[in-house]
């Protein structure tokens, strides 16, 4: 499916040395049940199992996203705040995403929640809302470049209106 709303995705390379003991390890479960394809089923595993984690542990997160792609911003704006609530509880999950939930992103869920209400907040008009929402993304996560971006545009564009205004 085509989406002409952004999404943005960072990658922590780092992870990706958990996530391929986690493959190797399966593979090698196979090998020693003298599996005959153990690579092919040692790989499968490890999709199976990153699927079943991602959309059980993931599952606000994944639906706050699919909203956005359909433009449904006031439904998705609830699904991330699930999402934010579930990784504020569970912050283990979370920290550990890269092994947890087999997630290599650079971005905790957290953070990605929070920024994505925010901007969902921005398409739907409510600009103080998403300032609020950036900026309590940055008082937990001051280098987010996302939210930093976010707020100087915001702040750029009331200083054009301000001068309009003049």
Known sequence: MSSKVPVFKQTALISSIPQLSVLAGLILLFYFLKTENYFIYGAVSYIFISFCLRNILARHHRTGIRLVKQKNFKAAIQAFQN?????????????????????????CYREMGLCNIAYCYSQIGEGEKAREYYEKTLADYPKNGLAISAINMMNSVEKQNVKNIE
């Open 83 to 107: 999402s934010v609530d579930f990784f504020t509880r569970n912050s283990w999950i979370d920290k550990f995403r890269y092994l947890t939930i087999l997630s290599s992103s650079a971005m």
